[in-house]
């Protein structure tokens, strides 16, 4: 069975400034997916950055960029430029690119809360 | 396009009531999924839909819970015989056809549910 891990319950970080939120993940399966997602205080999960277990280069979309690390089994998230927008919860998630039925299930990490600081 | 939509937004019940939640998702999107999120922990998946086949359950939806989509549009998730411990934030997400393994989803603001 595959698992997430995000081992920090809270961030913070000032305004303006760079931060890293930490995604080490568990599975016996080559093929993958791995997607970050931010849930603000209104509860609705926004997409915001995907890796496959297969690209080669590291994902970047806007501010945020993934540092896929396939040996360490660790899918770290980056956001530059920290904004007071940015305050949320962040979850890792995990997909199994299943050759069988096909599972389009999500497996999501505990979260990661961040709070920026004006 | 107003994305996903879930209603009611808030749910309180006494134990042992039925509750039943609406989905609607996004106009073209055949795939559609329900979660399960407490306080303090990450989404669990509960079930899929493509159209209107269900062709995914969570051995955490037990037989109190059931789910439909019957046209293949809205979704229904319905609670029977509630219990304190289904006290959580139900999510609804869809996400277009023919997409493949990095499709994202589309998620809704959830209910919350309250058992009493």
């Known amino acids: 069975a595959q698992k997430i891990t995000q081992t920090q319950p809270g961030m913070f970080v000032q305004e303006k400034e760079a931060v890293t939120l930490d995604c080490t993940y568990d599975?016996?399966?080559?093929?993958?997916?791995l997607f970050w997602y931010k849930q603000p205080s209104s509860g609705e999960m926004i997409f915001l950055i995907y890796?496959?277990?297969?690209?080669?280069q590291n994902a970047t979309e806007g501010r945020y960029s993934l540092n896929f690390q396939k040996a360490r089994k660790s899918a770290n998230l980056v956001i530059s430029a920290s904004q007071l927008g940015d305050s949320a919860m962040y979850f890792c998630?995990?997909?199994?690119?299943?050759?069988?039925?096909?599972?389009?299930?999500?497996?999501f990490g505990k979260g990661t809360k961040l709070s920026v600081i004006p | 396009d107003t994305g996903v939509s879930q209603n009611p937004r808030h749910k309180i019940t006494k134990r042992g009531q039925n509750v039943t939640f609406r989905c609607d998702p996004i106009?073209?999107?055949?795939?559609l999924y329900w979660y399960r999120q407490t306080l303090g922990q990450g989404p669990e998946f509960l079930t899929y839909?493509?159209?209107?086949?269900?062709?995914?359950k969570s051995r955490l939806l037990s037989d109190r819970f059931s789910a439909e989509r019957p046209k293949g549009s809205f979704s229904t998730l319905e609670i029977q015989r509630t219990e304190q411990g289904d006290s959580a934030m139900y999510l609804c997400?869809?996400?277009?056809?023919?997409?493949?393994?990095?499709?994202?989803?589309?998620f809704g603001s959830g209910t919350q549910l309250s058992v009493l």
């Open positions: 997400a869809s996400s277009p056809p023919l997409g493949g393994y990095n499709e994202k989803l589309f």
């Open positions: 599975t016996s399966d080559p093929s993958y997916g």
């Open positions: 890796q496959g277990s297969y690209d080669q």
């Open positions: 998630a995990m997909r199994i690119v299943d050759s069988g039925a096909g599972s389009y299930q999500l497996t």
């Open positions: 106009s073209e999107h055949n795939r």
């Open positions: 839909f493509q159209n209107e086949a269900q062709l995914e």
